[in-house]
């Protein structure tokens, strides 16, 4: 009986749910259903408004590689770090208060800085790296510091020659800033597995060597104390070095906030490198790339002399609009890039003798006319390549330099030093009272620079010694000579000749007048 109660149950509640299925359906299909018009009518569709859509734009990103100015592009790949220290909050308020400063190392910067950013990216290194050159040598390609380093990378004779950068009488590549920079990333590399991988004791090890930070490492490790950077016990000059190169990545990442603008730096190529596979005269390369000889040299600051090494290398960075011009000129004059002079041995002559007549290299000349010794004759004729134009045109070349160097005024006069055998910085700084750091500032040097015999020096001095310098001017009479003037006022002839320019004057006037710097307590004038 339950049984059947709970059946009849289920089937009375089906068919209340069919029931009200069907009504509802009758009334969402039925407008109107009436016993006077069973007419079924479908509701009339009213139109809805279209819902606006928002389009949502995507935001333009810009990669580094994109931006217009290479200063940004390394500021959005800056990924060492700044921390909190004295020292950096020390050179970051040092650059801010000499913007000057960072305004002429941009422009020195400027033909260098995208191929230096450029080889670093591919490298896959840290973009800090492309400001190392400003705490290096403020981005001076022909910097020449007193510890013998040369170049944008400040490699040290020894450095250079380990990395492949060669240096003679020619050419010096630790001033060549394609083979330079390629060097010094290799020398960072080596760096950073050295350190694994810690970029602040691979670039300190950059300034003071790699045993230095070692050594500074496994003796914090032996006190107990730690081995960042900050913490390690270093040389002064090493101490500050990190630093400065951190408190420039914070100012070129932060211009804005620091309220400093650096030049913009065109992010687009500025140089090319090209071979022209032979020696050139630096005049003439310049004239088949369309510029004057002081700019070729400014961006090629290896070539020592007037012409790019006899042996090699031979590449040139060139801007990169005359980089074409010149390699097709450079191929329609083959064999045409230096002039030779022939020249016939005299009395006296020898091949060390000559050279240094004509600007030159006694390998050059043997290579030049097939001679295997040093053997010559008198009346012999012998081809020597020789510039085409005269030496000042090469403005930047070393010796252009190093008398630009010499002529800057240190003292209240100048005597000048011949280098005779036994000769050394030490020894000649001792016998006139100067200090050796600045004899050799005064010469271009580092004061661990040999010296060569016949090599001139320029002392400057203030009254020391009890000499009382006047300056004196001399008027030429009628059988005068140097010698004569020289021995009347007790200095030397090449003095004379220093202080006059007078060494392309064979012969004195009657009535020139002569500029001397004479000591008044020898002589009476």
């Known amino acids: 009986m339950r049984v059947k109660t709970s059946c009849l149950l289920a089937l009375l509640l089906a068919g209340c749910q069919l029931n009200q299925t069907a009504e509802q359906t009758t009334q969402n299909d039925v407008e109107v259903n009436t016993p006077q018009q069973q007419v079924t009518k479908k509701k009339p569709t009213v139109a809805s408004k279209p819902v606006p859509v928002e389009r949502v734009v995507e935001p333009v990103v810009i990669t580094p590689q994109e931006q217009e100015d290479v200063w940004q592009r390394i500021a959005m790949q800056l990924t060492?770090?700044?921390?909190?220290?004295?020292?950096?909050?020390?050179?970051?308020?040092?650059?801010?208060?000499?913007?000057?400063?960072?305004?002429?190392?941009a422009e020195r910067a400027q033909p260098f800085l995208y191929l230096i950013t450029e080889k670093i990216e591919q490298r896959g290194l840290p973009l800090e790296l492309a400001l190392l050159p400003i705490v290096e040598s403020a981005f001076d390609a022909f910097a020449y510091s007193h510890g013998s380093a040369a170049g944008l990378w400040q490699f040290v004779p020894a450095t250079g020659k380990m990395y492949g950068l060669e240096q003679n009488f020619w050419y010096d590549g630790r001033r060549d800033v394609d083979a330079s920079t390629d060097a010094a990333l290799t020398y960072l590399t080596n760096l950073s597995k050295r350190f694994d991988g810690d970029w602040q004791h691979a670039i300190a090890a950059y300034n003071s060597g790699g045993g230095r930070v070692s050594s500074a490492i496994r003796k914090n490790k032996s006190l107990g104390k730690p081995i960042d950077f900050f913490s390690l016990d270093l040389p002064e000059e090493t101490s500050g070095y990190v630093p400065k190169l951190l408190a420039l990545a914070d100012i070129i990442a932060n211009q804005e906030k620091y309220v400093i603008q650096l030049p913009a730096i065109a992010n687009k190529p500025v140089l090319k490198l090209v071979d022209p596979q032979e020696q050139?005269?630096?005049?003439?390369?310049?004239?088949?790339?369309?510029?004057?000889?002081k700019e070729l040299q400014s961006y090629n600051p290896a070539y020592n002399q007037w012409a790019t090494a006899p042996n090699g290398p031979f590449q040139l960075l060139l801007p990169v609009d005359k980089a074409d011009n010149f390699l097709a000129n450079a191929a329609k004059h083959r064999g045409e890039g230096m002039k030779l002079v022939r020249y016939k041995v005299k009395s006296g002559d020898s091949l060390s003798v000559i050279a240094a007549h004509h600007n030159t290299t006694t390998k050059v000349i043997q290579t030049a006319n097939n001679l295997s010794g040093n053997a010559i004759r008198v009346g012999q004729y012998l081809m020597i390549p020789t510039s085409v134009k005269d030496e000042k045109a090469y403005v930047l070349s070393a010796n252009n330099r190093l008398q630009k160097t010499q002529s800057i005024a240190r003292g209240k006069y100048k005597l000048t030093h011949t280098v005779a055998r036994g000769d050394n910085l030490w020894t000649i700084a001792r016998k006139h009272n100067v200090s050796t750091t600045s004899l050799a500032k005064w010469n271009g040097m580092g004061p661990r620079d040999t010296l060569s015999i016949g090599q001139k020096l320029v002392i400057w001095k203030n009254n020391t010694d009890g000499a009382i310098i006047r300056t004196v001017f001399y008027k030429v009479r009628n059988g005068d000579t140097l010698s004569a003037i020289a021995s009347k006022f007790k200095v030397k002839t090449a003095d004379i000749v220093k202080w006059n320019d007078l060494s392309n004057n064979k012969y004195l006037k009657p009535g020139q007048n002569l500029k001397l710097y004479v000591d008044v307590t020898k002589v009476s004038v």
């Open 280 to 293: 050139l005269d630096l005049a003439i390369a310049a004239k088949y790339a369309g510029l004057d000889v």
């Open 80 to 105: 060492m770090g700044i921390p909190k220290q004295k020292s950096v909050d020390y050179y970051r308020t040092w650059y801010l208060k000499h913007p000057s400063h960072l305004q002429k190392v």
